[in-house]
């Protein structure tokens, strides 16, 4: 009883722990107003999320919004059980879950994003606007992103 305690009390700490170490990643690389995005769309279930998640392994996902050279980005941390999950995941990035015939309500940063694997992470940045994957501005980010993000992990 004693361990699943410690248990649950050390995975409480961990996720909003890993969740802040994203945020401070992101203003590290000079983003600002970043705000926890719940990152859903609308017309899905939090069933039919699940089970999308489950569908490729996702342990769980932290979502944030920011601003960053004056537009809107959408950054995102899957965390899997291991590094070919995450291996795995990475080359289907874009896909949308196929639960729902309706796909209207699923936000541009979904299917304009980019992304990298860190050990058993993806993660990935994605625009609200065509403008910024057309000028390259997300894969600018996804790199200044990357390499804060392996800057940090070789300096704890």
Same mark, same amino acid.
């Given at each position: 009883?004693?361990?699943?305690?410690?248990?649950?009390?050390?995975?409480?700490?961990?996720?909003?722990?890993?969740?802040?170490?994203?945020?401070?990643?992101?203003?590290?690389? @000079?983003?600002?107003?970043?705000?926890? +995005?719940?990152?859903?769309?609308?017309?899905?279930?939090?069933?039919?999320?699940?089970?999308?998640?489950?569908?490729?392994?996702?342990?769980?996902?932290? +979502?944030? *919004?920011?601003?960053?050279?004056?537009?809107? &980005?959408?950054?995102?941390?899957?965390?899997? *059980?291991?590094?070919?999950?995450?291996?795995? =995941?990475?080359?289907?990035?874009?896909?949308?879950?196929?639960?729902?015939?309706?796909?209207?309500?699923?936000?541009?940063?979904?299917?304009? =994003?980019?992304?990298? !694997?860190?050990?058993?992470?993806?993660? *990935?940045? @994605?625009?609200?606007?065509?403008?910024?994957?057309?000028? @390259? &501005?997300?894969?600018?980010?996804?790199?200044?992103?990357?390499?804060?993000?392996? !800057?940090?992990?070789?300096?704890?």
């Amino acid at each position: 009883m004693k361990k699943l305690f410690l248990i649950s009390v050390c995975l409480a700490v961990f996720i909003p722990i890993k969740a802040q170490s994203l945020k401070t990643a992101i203003a590290e690389i @000079g983003c600002k107003q970043i705000k926890i +995005s719940a990152a859903k769309p609308q017309s899905l279930t939090d069933k039919e999320l699940k089970q999308w998640l489950e569908s490729f392994k996702i342990l769980s996902k932290n +979502s944030f *919004t920011a601003k960053c050279g004056g537009y809107k &980005y959408l950054f995102e941390e899957e965390f899997f *059980t291991d590094e070919a999950d995450a291996e795995a =995941r990475l080359p289907k990035i874009s896909e949308i879950p196929s639960v729902k015939e309706d796909k209207s309500d699923f936000g541009t940063p979904i299917l304009l =994003r980019e992304g990298f !694997r860190v050990k058993n992470k993806i993660y *990935t940045v @994605g625009a609200f606007t065509y403008f910024l994957e057309l000028e @390259g &501005y997300v894969k600018k980010y996804k790199n200044k992103l990357a390499k804060e993000i392996r !800057r940090v992990g070789q300096n704890p």
